[in-house]
């Protein structure tokens, strides 16, 4: 896992109506391969653009096996069973070699991302070493890629009725139950999956 020089560019500062720490969820005639189905987490949205990470599509990777191919020890812990049950998510289409890790904000590592006073990105293998070694964060989730759109785009997807958008819930993005974790972040807007060809994108 590389540390995302390339995002720095595209970091910038919030904007009035921003939907930063928002969930976008996919609406059923959206049928992008990479978003069908799928719940996204926005980490950062203003005026020039959005990036988020996409946290209910694993990907048949295990964080076991991306710690072994990164050559990070866990010295045979307890907690190896554990990784080994974790799935690694298909963040997205852009930069997918690219790992960023979605964790409990309150400690930063080599390259971490305050986006609210409970959730943070990190983008470099310091972070992972810790988890191996049972000193990282409570709560994480761990991607390879992540989701972009230009300036202007999400907004005209929204207004297109691909999405849903609602303030996001770390308790979702921290599930390991990834087949509810669509139907959870609806349920957030008082509606159920089997409604959304019915409800328009909220903003």
Known sequence: MDTNDSLSDTLFDDSPGSLTNHFLIAMPHLDDPWFHHTVTYLWKHSSQGALGIVINKPSNLRVAELLSEL???THGRLGDIIFHNQRVMSGGPVEK???FILHDTGRDWEYTLPV???VSVSMSKDILADIAQGKGPENYMVA??????EAGQLEQEISRNFWLTVPALPAII???DHDSKAEA???LLGVSLSQ???????S
């Open 71 to 73: 050559d990070i020890d």
């Open 97 to 99: 070699n690219k790992g």
């Open 116 to 118: 609210t006073s409970e």
């Open 144 to 149: 390879l890629g992540c989701a972009g759109w």
């Open 174 to 176: 921290f599930s390991n």
């Open 185 to 187: 972040a609806v349920g």
């Open 196 to 202: 959304l060809s019915s409800v328009a994108g909220h």
